[in-house]
């Protein structure tokens, strides 16, 4: 069972590449570096690099004009600022992607299911990732926490 629980574990972060092994008393665990390394992180930057870039801009989805995923184009620091940032969800009516500060009611983080609000249409995001791990979701929820900085 410990096994099971590792592997779903492993399979919400990023690639086998991107794994090291730690021991833990009663098991051993995989455990991501991109994870770990979130836990350091609040900034865009890092978020568009190793989330929106790794997870979220892949396979034609939130990338160029994203006509099939809420016109939310997430390729570039540039332009993940300005579909996030005070712009309103295209799925979620009286909802905004981003607002700066206030993490209750940002729909970034309920399409990522870290916060209540609706689900979207057609699943937590990301759609062709694994599920971002508690590490990521917590990077982006500083991030707006802290007035979602461009910086």
């Known amino acids: 069972?410990?096994?099971?629980?590792?592997?779903?574990?492993?399979?919400?972060?990023?690639?086998?590449?991107?794994?090291?092994?730690?021991?833990q008393p009663d098991a051993m665990e995989m455990v991501s570096e991109s994870c770990t390394e979130a836990t350091q992180h609040s900034d865009l930057a890092w978020i568009q690099t190793d989330v929106f870039g790794k997870q979220c801009s892949l396979g034609g989805c939130h990338a160029?004009?994203?006509?099939?995923?809420?016109?939310?184009?997430?390729?570039?620091?540039?332009?993940s600022y300005a579909a996030l940032v005070g712009q309103p969800a295209q799925t979620a009516s009286g909802w905004t992607r981003v607002v700066a500060g206030d993490t209750a009611h940002s729909y970034l983080l309920a399409a990522i299911d870290d916060v209540a609000g609706p689900k979207p249409l057609d699943g937590y995001m990301p759609l062709t990732a694994p599920e971002l791990c508690s590490e990521k979701k917590a990077a982006i929820e500083r991030w707006i926490a802290a007035g979602a900085p461009h910086d």
């Open 64 to 79: 160029g004009a994203a006509s099939n995923a809420g016109h939310l184009n997430l390729q570039t620091v540039d332009s």
């Open 1 to 23: 069972m410990r096994h099971l629980i590792a592997c779903a574990v492993l399979a919400a972060c990023t690639s086998p590449a991107d794994m090291t092994m730690t021991t």
